[in-house]
């Protein structure tokens, strides 16, 4: 299937993985080569956003691809946003919130505000206090 996902973009901005890690056909982390080619790009971006895991981390062996993620946004000199319950919850497992620039929670409402879509909470803020 990756050969396939392949053809189907000619953007370069869009990294498929090259390897997978699972078992019984099922998918469940990226595969040494991925963490390699992600870590790279990570290393030379200024800015990252991550918004999930890598793969099934909650599933003993499968946490490598999600846990060499994060220690390589952690290490990285670029300003990063991380967003969602279970990415926060590698970031902070792995002890490495203070290396993060902002850690949130929020995943889905995160990506939501950074593809320009109205957030209900803030536009009750806004409604209270129409001068912000």
């Avoid at 846990?67 to 490495?96: C, D, H, M, P, Q």
Wanted: proline share 4%; net charge positive; no cysteine.
């Amino acid at each position: 299937m990756m050969a396939a996902a392949k053809k189907m973009t000619t953007n370069d901005k869009i990294v498929i993985p090259e390897d997978l890690e699972g078992e019984n056909g099922s998918i469940f982390d990226i595969g040494p080569e991925t963490i390699k080619k992600f870590s790279g790009i990570i290393r030379n971006a200024k800015t990252i956003i991550w918004g999930g895991p890598m793969g099934f981390f909650e599933k003993k062996g499968f946490e490598k691809g999600s846990y060499a993620i994060a220690r390589a946004i952690a290490s990285s000199n670029a300003f990063s946003i991380v967003g969602g319950g279970e990415t926060t919850e590698i970031i902070t497992a792995l002890k490495l919130e203070k290396k993060i620039s902002l850690l949130s929670t929020g995943g889905g409402a995160m990506l939501d505000f950074l593809a320009g879509k109205k957030l209900p909470a803030l536009q009750a803020l806004k409604k209270r206090n129409p001068k912000h």
